[in-house]
Every structure is written in structure tokens, then in C-alpha cells.
């Protein structure tokens, strides 16, 4: 599982740390995960952040570890 830092227009960043995708939804980007067995954003997968695109500068996703709390969430890394 990715993760993905936002950057917003006045500097300011957010950590969306259990995202698989994103996709813009009328003036916003939505960041969802997907549903168990789904690799597409579907009716079964969770929103879990939006944002005004306007407001956004970048978009970085990372596929490292990243920290929640107490736990460590390792993303798998898909094979072809």
C-alpha cells in the first residue's frame, strides 16, 4: 500500500498514509483505498481524504513505510 504527500498551494503538506489511488471528483481530488480484492476506485472503495485541486501544488506518492501511530504499515509491492 502507497502512501501519498499532498502539498497545498500555501505550503502546508498532508500524509495520506493508506491511499492505493486518487482521482479528481468536480472541484475536488479524492484519495481512496480499495475495496479486498479490487485493484480499480470502485462502490467498494473507501474515500479517505479530499482536497480543492485548486488548492494542490503537488502530489507524491511513496511506496515506503510509513508510520501510524505505534504501527508500521510495510506497503507490498504488486509483480506483473
Do not use: C, K
Amino acid at each position: 500500500m502507497a502512501h501519498f504527500t499532498v502539498t497545498l498551494a500555501d505550503q502546508t503538506s498532508e500524509t495520506i498514509a493508506t491511499a492505493d489511488a486518487y482521482q479528481q471528483e468536480g472541484p475536488l481530488t479524492t484519495f481512496f483505498r480499495f475495496a479486498e480484492g479490487r485493484e480499480v476506485i470502485d462502490s467498494w472503495s473507501s474515500r479517505l481524504a479530499s482536497f480543492r485541486t485548486a488548492d494542490i501544488a503537488t502530489i507524491r506518492r511513496d511506496e515506503q513505510a510509513v508510520e501510524l501511530d505505534d504501527e508500521v504499515v510495510t506497503p507490498l509491492r504488486r509483480t506483473a
